[in-house]
């Protein structure tokens, strides 16, 4: 055990500790955090519209504005998922650089627009008989569809921006003059470079090679590939292998993994939810809310092994560490768990700790690829969702419950012998204290 202790505290937690304080990567986090609230809002909405009664339904279906109307908080929050994401990323990055996050934010969301493509369409005819033709901005890609793309001009303008200010060439206003009115004037020269770099990239874009627009590139080069890599069967399993060995070494893996492939399931989740939304099947598997279906306590599923300790441990210690754990444990807080146990850098535990998210992550995948559980259907849930409510939501049928029971029953197997070897060392360490104690006590008497 020892052994296995110094290779995760040598090789593992240096390179997870650099991962996790790359400011980049923070913003990412960060910025995309800005957009839940909103999700979750427009998921309930989305709920709303799709409740599985066949009397409603076909309520709803009678009356198609009414199922219109009730959509559009779910179109107000999901459809402009990229211009909120790009601005919170922006914020975050230029907090991070102790410039201001504000201008930045700004200067980044501007930016994105001049980097979105417009589409022209005919609104009617002169009196020649020639078209009329109004351009306007491709408002998808405000959507997920434009997350990507978001993310990269919001590091680009920012970096751009605090270079600039930290060389100091900014317009320069007496002290005498209002402090926001000199802040605004300091954006003016580092604000007109990120967005004169992102135009110029557009214009290259689009007047060299076939690729149409920025949006394009991005994703050809960077979207299409992660989504491949990372909601594959095997992809997946890599993915939350490395969050787990990374909450193993006391690094908080969901956040860490979570800024690089958040973008990416929620954009999955998003196209999801607008099949659902247009009356048609959903498509992709692993979406934002997959983890949810997974992770039924927290990181590593731990909720079965939080239930075994309150039924079945023999240690006072881990008994009384599981009553208390329970709770939180139902809303999928693990940490007392993680650190109280400890799971953190303990041999014994880590074990069970990776193996049963991967086992649950290929019973769930295989389970729906072949139709037997429903898929996500775009509803995004507070991470607190309790288990089978959950399933139930993320799926919209009841096999997404079912689903999540059958994860808790492998859980619990597959945590209970390691648990038992656990269990009988910390019973053992009691058991010496108290001898340990009585003889301190008669010695004492005597």
């Not at 609104?123 to 997920?144: H, L, R, V």
Request: charged share 10%.
């Amino acid at each position: 055990m020892s052994k296995i202790n110094s290779v995760l505290e040598r090789y593992i937690m240096p390179f997870a500790g650099r991962v996790a304080e790359q400011r980049h990567l923070q913003a990412l986090r960060d910025g995309m955090v800005l957009t839940m609230p909103l999700i979750i809002i427009g998921s309930l909405f989305l709920i709303l519209a799709n409740l599985p009664f066949q009397a409603y339904t076909d309520f709803l279906a009678d009356h198609p504005h009414l199922r219109t109307s009730i959509l559009y908080p779910y179109r107000g929050t999901f459809e402009i998922m990229a211009l909120v994401a790009t601005f919170g990323i922006a914020y975050r990055l230029a907090e991070s650089y102790k410039v201001d996050p504000l201008a930045s934010g700004a200067v980044s969301l501007a930016a994105f627009f001049v980097g979105t493509p417009f589409v022209s369409y005919t609104i009617g005819q002169n009196p020649d008989g020639t078209n009329i033709i109004e351009t306007a901005y491709q408002t998808g890609m405000f959507t997920s569809k434009g997350l990507f793309v978001g993310m990269v001009i919001a590091i680009l303008a920012t970096e751009i921006y605090r270079i600039i200010i930290q060389k100091d060439i900014v317009i320069k206003l007496p002290e005498t003059v209002p402090p926001a009115v000199a802040r605004s004037f300091s954006a003016l020269i580092p604000g007109f470079a990120a967005i004169m770099a992102v135009w110029i990239l557009r214009l290259l874009v689009e007047n060299i090679g076939d690729f149409g627009n920025l949006h394009n590139v991005v994703t050809l080069l960077l979207q299409q590939p992660l989504t491949q890599i990372g909601t594959s069967l095997v992809g997946t399993l890599i993915t939350f292998l490395i969050i787990t060995l990374m909450w193993s070494t006391g690094l908080h893996g969901a956040t860490i993994v979570g800024s690089v492939m958040t973008p990416v399931w929620l954009t999955l989740s998003n196209e999801n939810a607008a099949s659902l939304a247009a009356g048609e099947p959903v498509k992709h598997i692993v979406t934002n809310e997959f983890n949810d279906i997974i992770l039924i306590g927290g990181s590593g599923t731990t909720l079965a092994l939080v239930l075994t300790m309150v039924l079945l441990a023999r240690s006072q210690q881990l008994k009384q560490l599981g009553r208390l754990s329970i709770g939180p444990g139902v809303f999928n807080i693990n940490e007392p768990i993680i650190f109280g146990m400890p799971i953190v850098l303990n041999p014994i535990m880590i074990i069970p700790f990776i193996l049963t998210p991967a086992i649950s992550v290929i019973i769930t995948y295989l389970s729906m690829d072949m139709g037997l559980v429903a898929k996500p259907i775009g509803i995004v849930t507070p991470f607190t969702m309790p288990p089978i409510i959950g399933g139930y939501l993320i799926t919209g049928s009841i096999s997404g419950s079912i689903l999540q029971l059958v994860i808790i029953a492998v859980s619990f197997f597959i945590y209970f012998p390691f648990f038992k070897i656990w269990d009988n060392q910390k019973l053992k360490e009691e058991n010496t204290t108290n001898i340990t104690s009585k003889m301190e006590d008669q010695q004492s008497v005597i």
